[in-house]
């Protein structure tokens, strides 16, 4: 295996690879809109550390917060932005270049791109 | 470590966890068995067209039953264990589901008289049985649920009980009926469960 198959390993966007955030993205990518309560259930993720991460996507233009009330009750609810819809279907390429890469190392790094 | 979730399978497993969609699949088969047993004994209406009813209801009740059963979560399951907006079907998974339709109707209407020919009606019963196992199987194979691997073995036990006993219209009806009912049963205590679960869960926090 060659050293050009890793060569791009570096234009992973770090910010969904961080796995807090992969596992919020993911599940965001399958819906349309999810509450807060939703995600913390399926991430396993606390209060505390689901809501920095939220906030930090949010920052970053991936995720969309919008906060309501359904009735007398406060409602989180996430969606993905367009651009966090992309950054995640690139990341996910990008990742399967990669993986592609390391099974088969015969492949030089242009034919591993196109494939 | 947790391991990164699979988005749509999470939400397809979210979709069946309160056991409504049992429920509601389940009354929908018994109704559908019930209609068409009276139909077809009422003497109202043509084999024939009985057959061809059954793409139609699904096609109309399919769609309708999605809308109905998410206004029933969004007041007994989503603020419990949190809410879900699912994705839009595009126009293409419309068409599909349509295509769909047409196609297991055209195959009841050309394809079953043509089979029937050849293989003995009687196993008609098992084979409906068979194909409703099939999807409970894979339910219960890709959503990670194994109460639908109970389901698929009891479709099997009734198709063969209802090929051998019965004639095979009758026990085709008998197959959807029992299956029907087995849903409700088992979609009404996956319910009771579920409600039953969250609350404790609300009452801990």
Known sequence: MTDAHYYHIDTLDRFIHEPARLMIVALLYSVERADFLYLQRETGLTKGNLSAQLSKLEQAGYVQIEKTFRGKMPLTVCSLTVEGRRAFEQYRARLQQLMTAAQHPDLSAGQVACS | ?205
């Open chain 2, 1 to 205: 470590m947790q391991p990164v979730p699979d988005g749509r399978r999470c939400t397809r497993r979210y979709w069946m966890i309160d056991g409504l969609p049992e429920l509601f699949m389940g009354g929908a088969l018994l109704s559908i068995s019930i209609i068409l047993f009276a139909l077809r004994f009422g003497g109202a209406l043509s084999f024939d067209t009985v057959l061809a009813l059954i793409p139609v209801l699904l096609l109309i009740g399919m769609p309708f039953g999605r809308h109905v059963l998410d206004a029933i979560k969004s007041r007994t399951t989503y603020p419990y264990t949190g809410y879900v907006e699912y994705a839009r079907s595009g126009w293409s998974q419309y068409l599909a589901s349509i295509l769909i339709g047409f196609i297991i109707g055209w195959m009841l209407i050309e394809v079953l008289p043509r089979i029937s020919l050849s293989v003995s009606p009687q196993v008609f019963p098992l084979i409906t049985a068979a194909i409703f196992a099939l999807v409970m199987f894979c339910n219960g194979y890709f959503l990670g649920m194994q109460r639908f691997y109970a389901l698929a073995l009891f479709c099997l036990l009734v198709g063969g009980g209802a090929s051998l006993a019965t004639d095979w219209y009758t026990g085709c009806l008998t197959v959807i009926g029992l299956t029907g009912v087995w849903l409700v049963v088992s979609g009404g205590v996956t319910f009771w469960r579920y409600r039953r679960m969250s609350h404790h869960q609300e009452y801990a926090e």
